[in-house]
């Protein structure tokens, strides 16, 4: 009876500390913008069951995944033997046997799965202390962090062990045959009068259940919060395109900023995103700039937010803190000035050249195993520190002043926007009216003069197909993609509303293009302006016309080939196979993978506006790509995107490798193994 009076008091005082916590972290959120992520529920189940209990993401990285899959699952099986133990401190002798026949399964499965997870924690051990993965934090309050909570979860197992061997030896019941584990450890016991098994068996259950109330109490203060965060956060994932920008309400006169300096100007969900990072590192691992020596770690980006969330929102929530004219004001409207109020995430958390070395391939997104959300927040900073600072790389100057005056990132004139259509015989759009493709030519499709031989390999595909087909020529302006991912969401606006009002005058099925830039933009994005269209990249076009017979690949081609992967094709929009699938078709070509390709790919490092910045710290990343390709000895690599192709053929010439390997776009390839009837 006393020890069921106390230990009600221990469980009531530590739920409530738990819940008083747990309420205090939602009170932080709400300092962040609003944002719907409600919608879609049997999606959003489905997400979860996948990504958080299927641990989908965790095991691309086959070792660390199944030991993070093994304690994960541990400890949700191990949840009912928790719950037993509690049972039995408020009702001596309480256990689950009442569940009849299953009650053997389920003692066993426990046992085994407690067995697993001490395998898996001592692996995670010797895997930090002595392995020590580059991408793992090992060092100061992290290392500490970590070691604390995998040798408590180690506690925890060894308690129940023991609390169990020491119940089977006292009761002697076939009740608990099913625990496999503990019966084996029973032999210490047994020889122990009855007040001593009660002893220890006491000292075990106590050891047991409050390392598991402290575990839970202590997770809110860890970087551990995300095992409470990690499912919310990945039912709460974008369901869309995980890439989508929203648009800024550019119109919105009582806006005092545009994008985010510090945690307040972040959505809550992004907020959420801090709480989340489990630190795993995977993330930075996956990141072009960070292996090429950029400072940019995509997990000090978010481990910031967390950190900044967690200095700066105490006072707000706690002192009921409102913004008013630019100052803090209490609920009586007096000012407050406190140091931490002054400092912001921007500069005093996060550099600009952090910022500025995000390439937007998105692999931080693709690898992080509960869905976090990286680039929104990087862009939402470069947003803040274009519009309302006008600070931004020097390059991007020159970049935004093109795109106001010439409508492309380049000194072209605009005038000579379809020049490049010279002999062709393409029709405009103007004289057409009405037609099946408005093919996209995008500005590098219309100035650079490599890849206009790309435009041009594509136009005569379609017209070798007989495809119904124009362009816009000079009324086609820049998609607004490298104003929008550089953080000038007002030049992207304009840009894209001009391109949809433009756009509207005519009739058509579909928009191709051969820029993935210019693909996923019109795709995913231009529905927010209002432009909602069936846009197809030139890759699944092509893949089109060979299935349907109006190409016929012919003519052979003995040539070793790569594919290089576009991040804004793959990542972005799924697409992978379509490009492989059409070099594939061509006669006598032999195949050959980089180590880092599909999902895994490795950006060119152009994305995110940087095609039009200088990379003057580290090694280049298109330098990391080419090398990676060139160790294959192919006598091609293949790309199909306009930036991709500028980088890897740079990259080969500064190889010196030019003599001896080619870079061309699938069109190109096709159109050289075509049979024209």
């Not at 006072?315 to 409207?333: P, T």
């Amino acid at each position: 009876m006393v020890k069921a009076i106390i230990f009600s008091a221990v469980l009531i005082g530590a739920f409530w500390f738990f819940i008083s916590n747990v309420r205090r972290l939602i009170s932080y959120l709400q300092i962040g913008r609003p944002e719907t992520r409600s919608d879609n529920v049997y999606e959003r189940i489905k997400n979860v069951i996948s990504v958080a209990l299927g641990q989908k993401k965790l095991l691309r990285e086959p070792v660390a995944g199944i030991m993070h899959f093994m304690i994960f699952w541990g400890f949700m099986i191990l949840l009912i033997a928790i719950l037993e133990s509690i049972g039995e401190g408020l009702y001596p002798g309480f256990n689950f046997s009442f569940i009849g026949v299953l009650y053997y399964p389920l003692s066993m499965l426990q046992d085994i799965m407690g067995l697993s997870v001490i395998g898996s924690v001592l692996f995670a051990l010797f895997r930090r202390y002595i392995i020590r993965p580059k991408r793992l934090d090992v060092s100061g309050h992290a290392q500490f962090d970590a070691t604390l909570i995998l040798t408590i979860i180690l506690l925890i197992m060894l308690s129940m062990f023991a609390q169990n061997a020491v119940q089977i030896a006292r009761e002697n019941s076939e009740i608990y045959s099913g625990k496999i584990v503990s019966k084996h450890l029973t032999g210490y016991f047994i020889g122990l009068t009855i007040d001593q098994q009660n002893f220890w068996f006491e000292i075990f259950w106590w050891m047991h259940i409050m390392l598991v109330l402290g575990l839970m109490n202590y997770l809110p203060y860890s970087k551990h919060l995300h095992i409470l965060s990690s499912i919310p956060n990945v039912y709460l994932a974008k369901l869309e395109n995980r890439a989508n920008l929203k648009m800024l309400n550019l119109a919105d006169e009582t806006a005092t900023k545009f994008g985010a300096s510090d945690v307040e100007d972040l959505t809550w969900k992004q907020l959420l995103d801090g709480y989340t990072c489990t630190e795993c590192g995977r993330c930075t691992a996956s990141c072009p700039a960070n292996i090429t020596g950029k400072p940019l770690s995509p997990k000090k980006i978010i481990v910031d937010i967390r950190h900044r969330l967690m200095e700066k929102a105490p006072i707000i929530v706690n002192g009921k803190l409102s913004f008013v004219n630019g100052q803090w004001q209490n609920k009586s409207n007096e000012a407050v000035n406190d140091e931490r109020l002054t400092r912001q995430l921007i500069d005093n958390y996060i550099t600009e050249d952090e910022l500025w070395a995000c390439t937007t391939c998105m692999a931080c997104v693709q690898e992080c195993p509960v869905q976090i959300e990286h680039i929104d927040s990087i862009i939402n900073m470069r947003r803040y520190l274009v519009l309302n600072e006008s600070r931004f790389p020097k390059e991007m100057q020159v970049v935004f002043q093109n795109l106001e005056r010439n409508y492309t990132p380049w000194a072209f004139s605009h005038a000579t926007r379809a020049d490049w259509t010279e002999g062709l015989n393409i029709p405009l759009m103007a004289n057409k009216q009405e037609v099946d493709v408005l093919f996209w030519v995008g500005c590098a499709g219309s100035y650079d003069e490599r890849y206009k031989k790309v435009s041009k390999a594509f136009s005569k595909l379609m017209q070798i197909a007989g495809i119904d087909f124009a362009i816009l020529g000079t009324e086609e302006k820049c998609n607004g993609d490298p104003a929008r991912r550089a953080g000038n969401e007002y030049l992207a606006q304009m840009l894209i509303t001009e391109n949809v009002g433009t756009i509207g005058k005519y009739k058509f099925n579909k928009i191709v293009t051969t820029c993935p830039h210019c693909f996923n933009i019109m795709k995913n994005e231009y529905p927010q302006f209002g432009g909602k269209y069936e846009v197809v990249h030139h890759t699944d076009f092509i893949m089109g016309l060979i299935n349907s017979g109006k190409l016929t690949l012919s003519k052979e081609k003995q040539a070793k080939i790569t594919y290089h992967d576009s991040c804004y094709l793959g990542r972005y929009n799924e697409i992978y196979n379509a490009p492989r699938e059409a070099i594939k078709a061509i006669p006598g070509v032999k195949t050959v993978e980089m180590k880092r390709s599909g999902d895994k790919g490795f950006c060119c490092g152009a994305g995110g506006a940087r095609m039009f910045m200088e990379e003057s710290t580290g090694k280049r990343v298109n330098h990391e790509r080419t090398e990676e390709a060139l160790a294959l000895n192919p006598d091609v690599i293949s790309t199909a995107c306009p930036f991709c192709m500028t980088m890897m053929t740079d990259g080969v010439k500064d190889k010196e490798a030019a003599e001896k390997v080619q870079v061309k776009d699938i069109a190109e390839l096709v159109l050289e193994a075509v049979k024209i009837r």
